[in-house]
Structure formats: C-alpha cells, structure tokens
C-alpha cells in the first residue's frame, strides 16, 4: 500500500508518497487541472491504490477529497491535532508546507486512519445553505451594530437600513427554502422532526446538527 500526505492551500497543495523506504514529493495546484496532474503523478508512480490522507482544516480540503473518491482512492480526512500530536511524538520542529506533507504521509502509514465518507447531496446542500445563512445573520448584526454606534451621515445610515432590509429578506427565504427541502426528503424530514422533539432544541440547531 502506498502512502500520501497532502498539505493543501488556497491556491496548491503539496503532495508526499511514501513508497518503501523512498520518499516523492510534487506541488500541483488546488484546481481541477490539479487534481488530474496529481493522480497522473500517483499513476506514474505505480500507486494508483494508494492511501490519499489530510486535514480536515477549513474547507480547502473537501473538493480534492470528493474528486479523489469519485476516482475510487482511499482517502483519509483527520483532525489537526491529531496530526500536531503525532509530529510532536516524533520530535518534529521545523514547519513547511513540504515537511507538513511528509508528517501527514507517516502519519496516514503509522495509524492507518478510517476512510473519509463525502455527505450524501441532500446533507451537503442543508449545510452549505446553513453555512450561508449564518453568514448572512453576521452581516446584519455587525449593520445592526454599526446603527448603534451612532452613523452620523444621513446617507450612510439609509443605505445600512436597506442594506439590513434586504439581509431580512434573504434570511427570511432560505430558513423557508430549507424548511420545504427538509420537508421533501423523508429522511431528514424524520430527523428534524425527532430533534425539534426535544426540550429545548430549536429549528437553528436542528439543522446544525
């Protein structure tokens, strides 16, 4: 079984295949094109089986782990720390995106960790849509609270009550919008219902979780 470990950014990611007691290392870009020239790279290598592993930081990650188990690769999503741990096990200072990479490579040959399962499409659309509106709800406090703080301008102040108006608006639809999908997928629409059962646990939460 071969062994990679990917340290992803913005805009790349920096790969480590371990084979043996050899070690490969390559950047590739964090963009569709990217993700063909690395398995490329991985079929070039003769490990077109190998054990894919990162963290599970932000959102970087999640385009490259879909398009990597589509492509039938085992792939691994592991916390940070667990990561920081094992590198602290084995006394490693030094930090760079190509040592990460090599960290996270042991790491994913020492633990083996569990294979990283992408969300069925209903689950991720319930929580990108969450995601969003939680965005939105930052918005129109931090407009709510820039009223507080006194705007003096007449211009100002009419364009941040439009602009909390509109923020209103946009809210206001998607909780229904992602009420009415709950509501059309029989699955989630069992486990909102089961979770707003209980004391305590609002529409918010339910959908959160």
């Excluded at 079929?43 to 592993?53: F, Q, R, T």
Aim: with cysteine.
């Amino acid at each position: 079984m071969f062994h990679v470990g990917i340290d992803i950014s913005k805009t790349k990611f920096d790969a480590c295949l371990l084979v043996e007691t050899k070690t490969r290392f390559k950047t590739f870009g964090n963009s569709i094109e990217g993700f063909h020239a690395f398995v490329k790279w991985l079929d070039d290598e003769g490990a077109e089986s190998a054990h894919v592993c990162m963290e599970g930081t932000g959102r970087l990650w999640e385009p490259l782990a879909e398009f990597l188990h589509a492509k039938e690769y085992r792939v691994s999503v592991v916390n940070p720390a667990r990561i920081k741990g094992f590198a602290q096990s084995e006394m490693r200072r030094s930090k760079t995106d190509k040592i990460d990479a090599k960290i996270i490579a042991r790491f994913c040959r020492a633990q083996v960790p569990s294979e990283w399962m992408p969300p069925l499409p209903e689950v991720k659309a319930i929580r990108d849509r969450q995601r969003y509106l939680e965005t939105l709800k930052e918005s129109r406090t931090q407009e709510n609270n820039r009223l507080q703080s006194g705007v003096l301008d007449v211009l100002v102040h009419r364009s941040i009550e439009r602009h909390i108006e509109y923020l209103d608006r946009e809210i206001e639809a998607i909780e229904t919008e992602l009420l009415e999908f709950i509501d059309a997928h029989a699955k989630l629409r069992r486990d909102f219902m089961l979770l707003t059962s209980i004391i305590g646990v609002g529409q918010t939460t339910a959908v959160t979780f």
